[in-house]
Nanobody
Framework: QLQLVESGGGLVQPGGSLRLSCAAS????????IGWFRQAPGKEREGVSC????????VYADSVKGRFTISRDNAKNMVYLQMNSLKPEDTAVYYC????????????????????WGQGTQVTVSS
């Protein structure tokens, strides 16, 4: 069965950094584009970043552009989200999701296009 598992979350001070990991199993990983999403209490799940099958194309939400970097290592079935200059507004549960369709460009930030989701990892940015 298709599975995604996030890790790397934790508590960090404003201005700090974290690297989230998304590990995939049960499917041909490089067939899927991968998105990172986040959901804060009382808010809808929102797209953060996406990466194409090869890793050659990426999309970022305006709120994280210049601070976050998405990458993937298909040989290891892993996708990463490097988060720098973290702000309290980044506090949320972060999820990765897989989509087997064509590269969507900016539409990859829409949560409804994904069928496979990880369980989430908590990121808390607080002083």
């Amino acid at each position: 069965q298709l599975q995604l598992v996030e890790s790397g979350g934790g508590l960090v001070q404003p201005g700090g950094s974290l690297r989230l990991s998304c590990a995939a199993s049960g499917f041909t990983f490089d067939y899927y584009q991968i998105g990172w999403f986040r959901q804060a209490p009382g808010k809808e799940r929102e797209g953060v970043s996406c990466v194409s099958r090869s890793g050659g194309s990426t999309v970022y939400a305006d709120s994280v552009k210049g601070r976050f970097t998405i990458s993937r290592d298909n040989a290891k079935n892993m996708v990463y989200l490097q988060m720098n200059s973290l702000k309290p507004e980044d506090t949320a549960v972060y999820y990765c999701a897989a989509d087997g369709g064509p590269w969507r460009g900016s539409s990859c930030l829409a949560k409804y296009v994904y069928d496979t989701w990880g369980q989430g990892t908590q990121v808390t940015v607080s002083s």
